[in-house]
T-cell receptor
Framework: DADVTQTPRNRITKTGKRIMLECSQT?????MYWYRQDPGLGLRLIYY???????NKGEISDGYSVSRQAQAKFSLSLESAIPNQTALYFC?????????????FGSGTRLTVV | AQKVTQAQTEISVVEKEDVTLDCVYE???????LFWYKQPPSGELVFLIR??????QNEISGRYSWNFQKSTSSFNFTITASQVVDSAVYFC??????????????FGQGTTLQVKP
């Protein structure tokens, strides 16, 4: 099994619908992140969480919300999806221990809002 | 504030050519990490290298090499004898380490590399 699992892998939804993207990890890392990728813009941070009770907005949080249900689970919600939220979404965890500083990414969720 | 710039949006080369992908970063912090990721057409992010700010030694891994120069705030990536399988989007990224840091990765815009047979 993958260390960071995102579901679904692909999703098409209609404008105005609520949708949840899920992320679970087996790395045991405290920190989790949600990124959005758009062509020509790289990946941009939506939300990040240091632990279950510590959730923070990233640079593009408008229109999104998150839930950290457990150390291993971090979900991203679009309350009312709009077409410009069509993008590739990545979940990631991080490890900052000495010598191990790095990130583990999920395989991504390709979301299309029509 | 931190920033990563990949000025080359798209590069097209013919197989076996050498190609260098540029990355320029901005940060006032003294302790940071730089990364390169590859994103093939399948979409996943593949980790290529991590370099910390105290290690300016260049690195070579097979056909890949990286040149880190703090004097010019650059961390360039060279592929020698490119192959069609190298066709992908490549991202350079920066993470700042220190008190209060979020640990977030700041990505460049990405460079799309097309290697033609």
């Amino acid at each position: 099994d993958a260390d960071v699992t995102q579901t679904p892998r692909n999703r098409i939804t209609k404008t105005g619908k609520r949708i949840m993207l899920e992320c679970s990890q087996t790395k045991g890392h405290d920190r989790m992140y949600w990124y959005r990728q758009d062509p020509g813009l790289g990946l941009r941070l939506i939300y990040y969480s240091f632990d279950v009770k510590d959730i923070n907005k990233g640079e593009i949080s408008d229109g999104y919300s998150v839930s950290r249900q457990a150390q291993a689970k971090f979900s991203l919600s679009l309350e009312s999806a709009i077409p410009n939220q069509t993008a590739l979404y990545f979940c990631a965890t991080s490890d900052f221990r000495q010598g191990a500083y790095g990130y583990t990414f999920g395989s991504g969720t390709r979301l299309t809002v029509v | 504030a931190q920033k990563v710039t990949q000025a080359q949006t798209e590069i097209s080369v013919v197989e076996k050519e050498d190609v260098t992908l540029d990355c320029v970063y901005e940060t006032r912090d003294t302790t940071y990490y730089l990364f390169w990721y590859k994103q093939p057409p399948s979409g996943e992010l593949v980790f290529l290298i991590r370099r910390n700010s105290f290690d300016e030694q260049n690195e070579i891994s097979g056909r890949y090499s990286w040149n880190f120069q703090k004097s010019t705030s650059s961390f360039n990536f060279t592929i020698t004898a490119s192959q069609v399988v190298d066709s992908a989007v490549y991202f350079c990224a920066l993470s700042v380490y220190g008190s209060g840091n979020t640990g977030k990765l700041i990505f460049g815009q990405g460079t799309t590399l097309q290697v033609k047979p």
